[in-house]
């Protein structure tokens, strides 16, 4: 099922890297949280709303999208 949480946690080999890429639950069972500063927060809202425009804009209703966005 797309846009699902299951298995959407980093394997134990993966937190053992020196950057290791987390995932969805990885942030909501540790409790972590994203701080950006304002500058940076307002960049990611423009980018989400335009982001957004487009699908909106080539959906007819009919259909969900998932949206992932990576942070490196």
Do not use: W
Not at 50 to 66: H, N, Q
């Amino acid at each position: 099922m797309q846009g699902s949480v299951v298995d959407r946690h980093a394997s134990e080999k993966e937190k053992a890297k020196d950057l290791p890429t987390y995932k969805d639950k990885d942030f909501i069972g540790d409790g972590r949280v994203l701080c950006v500063g304002s500058d940076i927060r307002q960049k990611l809202l423009n980018v989400f709303q335009a982001d957004t425009d487009v699908i909106i804009f080539f959906s007819i209703g009919c259909c969900m999208y998932e949206y992932c966005i990576d942070f490196i």
